[in-house]
T-cell receptor, first 111, second 115 residues
């Protein structure tokens, strides 16, 4: 079965630190890739997505992600985090019509 | 548009009781998804519908769970009888089959506690 893994369960950073959250998926065919964010007490919102073209994708709020096909990875990055980035981040892969979500990484940004 | 609407937002019930969760997708969206989120298992797809027809219910944990979509603007997820291990946040999401982005729009969730 297709699976999505995220490297870290919980990441703690200070404001202005750089962020990289890892995501790997198991499927070798064509995939569509997403990062969703869930702020405390809120629903999931789309941060960015990759379908084709430039493997470096820019999303909202200064986030970006790089698709590396040879590594089956789609890591999320942000050069300088803010306290308001405290949230849970989910990587997701679209297989056919089904989304498969990773387990999530909780990011805590200390002021 | 109001987005995906779910009710109730919080539900507390006793073991053995029937629980019904409700979802109204975004108007015009023809796909509807039900997810369950727990600390232990993360976000799991339970079932999804296309044009009101259940397409894949392989994620439904057992026969106590059932889902219906009687029309394009309403879906229910029912648990009967409920058990403490069903405690979770249940999300509904919808998307348009015409949209190339495949983005799913999530509702606010229903936090279910079974005591």
């Amino acid at each position: 079965a297709q699976s999505v893994s995220q490297h870290n369960h919980h990441v703690i950073l200070s404001e202005a630190a750089s962020l990289e959250l890892g995501c790997n998926y198991s499927y070798g065919g064509t995939v569509n890739l997403f990062w969703y964010v869930q702020y405390p007490g809120q629903h999931l919102q789309l941060l960015l997505k990759y379908f084709s073209g430039d493997p470096l994708v820019k999303g909202i709020k200064g986030f970006e992600a790089e698709f590396i096909k040879s590594k089956f990875s789609f890591n999320l990055r942000k050069p300088s985090v803010q306290w308001s980035d405290t949230a849970e981040y989910f990587c997701a892969v679209l297989y056919g019509q089904n989304f498969v979500f990773g387990p999530g990484t909780r990011l805590s940004v200390l002021p | 548009d109001a987005g995906v609407i779910q009710s109730p937002r919080h539900e507390v019930t006793e073991m053995g009781q029937e629980v019904t969760l409700r979802c109204k997708p975004i108007s015009g969206h023809d796909y509807l998804f039900w997810y369950r989120q727990t600390m232990m298992r993360g976000l799991e797809l339970l079932i999804y519908f296309n044009n009101n027809v259940p397409i894949d219910d392989s994620g439904m944990p057992e026969d106590r769970f059932s889902a219906k979509m009687p029309n394009a603007s309403f879906s229910t997820l029912k648990i009967q009888p409920s058990e403490p291990r069903d405690s979770a946040v249940y999300f509904c999401a919808s998307r348009s089959g015409l949209a190339a982005s495949y983005e799913q729009y999530f509702g606010p969730g229903t936090r279910l506690t079974v005591t």
